[in-house]
């Protein structure tokens, strides 16, 4: 509901009329609520209650910063440790449907939407095929955040001349992550996993520029502040 | 109180005994019985309520690698972006306090407690000093589990007959890691982070093989499962 | 001459007629020849005097691979110590050129011409950049071998059907590379650097499985044996 | 002869009486002149023929630093294709002589000509194991230069009163490099690599420092300038 749009900036949220919104009992709001606020997504509200936070563009770019990171060392550890057959499977299906929806003269909406599912089970997969159960949860936390997630800042490139160009580059990297995974190449996969979230972090900077636009496509954007962070 | 050892791995922890042992009231304890359970520390249990989680040492040893990770990424963004005059001058201070409690001939128990306070210190000063808000929040939460926070690992040293040298090459690795900061070195910072958890990690697998050692020195590792996870 | 692919590997190559075809006396002839021979282009003939030397895929896939860790710790060091405006003046200027020439609907071959020649100016600036002078000399001495070169591997690219396409893709990593030295961001240079010679590795993939054509289009290329190392 | 200090900077090196000198003809004279000049020890004087080049603290520091890169990469290499078993014997027998040479209360010269042996076989192991032809022939043309090669930098340690401690300090990342490459670790392999060197440049800052000193167990020291490079 939040990342939806559905509240601006500065909005107070009261456990009372949520709940009655929601049709819900106070105790789950308030732990709701509870939560939110521990994800950064919330604050305490002046007048008591909560309120949405504003995010800074910065705030929002640091974040798929670290998504980059986090990744990388998934996929590092799986370069590292050896993935699975099953898993390699899968990540190679993954390469193909994504072949076929970017490498074309033109892509429809059909093909943007095979791209997005298999962009989230491509990262997914990456995710949990890593053993390391501390860096999961750390990228469990992350995507709570506004923006984070792998194909959170996909809307804006289908829009963009360029946003075909993109896709094509962001799925050779995707290639490239595979091949250094089945390579054993550690410290290749930790760095394309980084360099693979600059692509998010320069269609953050597009859509930030071009306001009126972005907020068509991207309601949950509201939640960004007029006055982005250095 | 959990992280102190008074709860054993599978002992069952239900809203109303505990709320009667802390004298609070029952919401503010299903408040926090929550956030555990997000936290990973405690897990629903089967005849209601919460239990304990049992750790196993891989589960520990991956967050400790994490934490390596994170602290690396905000040293490698204060040696790109550069860091405050302040900041230097406190990371130095550190140095200099840490010099004076290892670099002798035989460290005593206040010297002991000098570089554990050193030593947080340093790497908060870090952590606060990228700034990055959403890798601190990654770094908090990581904190919560246990053993994965900095000194958490320290005292088993003491008891080793090479603890003190190991103190010594982990103060090496300080003085490094500020070198690296000055000198716009981001690669070196951010190796330097993952490799100074290596001691660690390697003191997690020496108290492991010495389980009554170390359930004196640390009645935390009694959430360590027997059967380690391989 | 040699890279010219004049010679085939195997063939005998003595003092006295080299000296004769090229019209010059014997001693720097000799002295040219041990050069070679020190750059592991030509190696001593059972029958006296020298051979050419027949080169594996793998050991021009290895010098291929040294050369992006060359370049990339020349760029790495560069976003550490600093990049002068000039320099980053002539970067820019490249850059331009590169867009010029590859973000258009079809490259003609004054766009590939002109795509080469910022190519080399632009990889000469980085290595010039750089203030390591043993780092400069172990590149002069890479450069030395077959299709070692930055621009070597080119050729064959305008020949393949996505061959635009690849140097768009390398022409966004220069984009990435400046960027990168800009921001002060070293890991991510070093990696970069790495990350771009993999074109050229895949390209020299794709011209040994088509002999005949890359025979026409790159002479030298007789120089790869037929028995690829692996 | 040049590395142990018989010229001084500056000094002329003409082909007729180094011939006589050393009782050989002029050709071999004149083309081991040649190679020296390409190796950057000598460079042509004023006054026709060669004359001794005088390096910069700068120069020499940079070139232990290409060196670091280029044995980290050997060390990748082998982490990430993996070693043989009977190089990871090799290499763990480097482990136990070094152990027995570092790890006791004091240090006799003994132990010291031992470490040294140790160490040469052990990063020749490293260098000898990766298969990568072009990066050996970097390694080669580096260790031409003074104060190169790994041990090139250690007599200055023993006159250290910190010397022993180096020497372990040095010695626990030959064992932190040989688990990374038995775990497959390649980055931090590479970053290892990079890290060992950074105690020889120390140690030559060090020795810079203190001139009288160190030209006394370093005769090559004379071949540095008294101007050091920035």
Redesign the interface.
């Known amino acids: 509901m939040i990342l939806k749009g559905e509240f601006v900036p500065g909005e107070r949220l009261a456990e009372i009329p949520l709940a009655e919104r929601l049709g819900a009992s106070r105790?789950p709001v308030?732990?709701a609520l509870?939560?939110l606020e521990?994800?950064?997504l919330i604050e305490p509200s002046p007048g008591g209650g909560y309120q949405m936070r504003r995010f800074t563009l910065?705030?929002i770019s640091?974040?798929i910063?670290?998504r980059g990171?986090?990744e990388g060392?998934a996929a590092?550890l799986l370069?590292?440790?050896?993935a699975t057959r099953p898993l390699l499977r899968a990540l190679h299906d993954c390469l193909s449907a994504g072949d076929k929806a970017v490498y074309k003269a033109r892509m429809d909406l059909d093909d943007y939407a095979a791209y997005v599912e298999m962009n989230d089970t491509f990262h997914r997969l990456i995710m949990d095929g890593c053993?390391?159960?501390?860096?999961k949860?750390?990228m469990e936390?992350?995507m709570g955040?506004p923006f984070?997630a792998p194909s959170a800042m996909l809307p804006m490139q289908s829009s963009m001349e360029e946003g075909h160009?993109w896709m094509?580059?962001a799925h050779?990297q995707h290639h490239?992550l595979v091949q250094a995974i089945e390579?054993?190449?550690?410290?290749?996969a930790?760095?394309?996993g980084?360099?693979h979230v600059?692509i998010a972090r320069m269609n953050l900077d597009y859509a930030s520029e071009r306001p009126e636009l972005a907020a068509n496509l991207m309601p949950g954007l509201k939640l960004v502040g007029v006055h982005p962070g250095k």
């Open positions: 105790t308030r732990l509870g939560s521990h994800e950064g910065r705030e640091d974040a910063r670290v990171l986090v060392f590092r370069a590292e440790e050896g053993g390391n159960a501390a860096l949860r750390s936390s992350l955040q984070a160009q094509q580059q050779r490239a390579r054993g190449q550690g410290a290749r930790q760095a394309l980084e360099e600059e």
